[in-house]
């Protein structure tokens, strides 16, 4: 059984100093207390860190609410500063088509991914970028475009799992710059995009698909003077099951730029935050 004499142990009984022959006083001595026996070192290390433990335990009985959205928070005008367009060749990254073709069920019914290279010169870089950045579910192949999206199609018909083949044209690289007009030009929107047509086929015997849309795939970083650490307010990627996925938030940031009046607050606050997306994007320019 572990007591307070067991951790602090006793004051020592110090011996009586010897008294003088014939009943004399002695001088006159200050007092001496005796020593205190120190408690262990472990003992004062729990004492002072106690209000740690105990801090810690409160954040795990009591859950704070979740922190409001910048977007939430804050009521901005963007308004393009900036837009640079680049005609590519071949695109970037695959993120909006494997999106699409995993919204529409297709993961279990293709072997992987044939990609028709624009041209021979794209096939290097262009699997070394787009084969670390796929799924592992979704292998990729480059193919040489040597005919039509349905010729090559027609070669390749076969029972599920069949290869998914896909053409990309009219790609394009977009730089955005948007300014906030609310915030007299101190916080901005930086977007990189690309823009593409895709058509797809999946040549199966037992349930051919095919399909052609435009894919567009972004991010997004919301910043305050300088996209520099310390300034930024949120990044956002699209797409993510169809829906943009906010990497980061800074509520703190943002309520510290409304308190100094930086930025113009949100006269209704949602109930449900509103959606990380992007302001249209302008007409690229010729």
Known sequence: MITAWSIFPATPVLPKAPQPPGGARPPSVP?????????????????????????????????????????????????????????????????????????????????GLHLLAPTPDARPWLAFLLGRLLHPAWPLRLLDPAGSLLATARTLQMPRPAPLLLRLDQIRFRFVLYRDRNSRGNCFLLVLAQEA???????????????????????????????????????????VHGHPLGLFENPTLVENLLARECLAPRRVIPQVPQSDDIPPLPDPTP
């Open 31 to 111: 007092r001496r207390h005796a020593p205190r026996a120190s408690p262990p070192a472990g003992v004062l290390r729990l004492l002072f860190r106690w209000p740690l433990f105990l801090s810690f335990f409160l954040r795990l009985a009591v859950v704070p609410p979740p922190p409001a959205f910048s977007c939430t928070l804050a009521e901005h005008a963007w308004e393009p500063a900036l837009s640079v367009t680049i005609p590519l060749a071949a695109p970037l990254i695959l993120t909006a088509e494997v999106d699409r073709f995993a919204s529409e069920g297709l993961a279990s019914a293709t072997s």
């Open 197 to 239: 047509r895709t058509r797809a086929i999946l040549p199966a015997t037992d349930l051919p698909w095919a399909s052609e849309f435009p894919s567009l795939t972004w991010v997004s970083c919301t910043f305050h003077l300088v996209p520099l650490p310390g300034h930024i307010i949120a990044l956002t990627v699209f797409p």
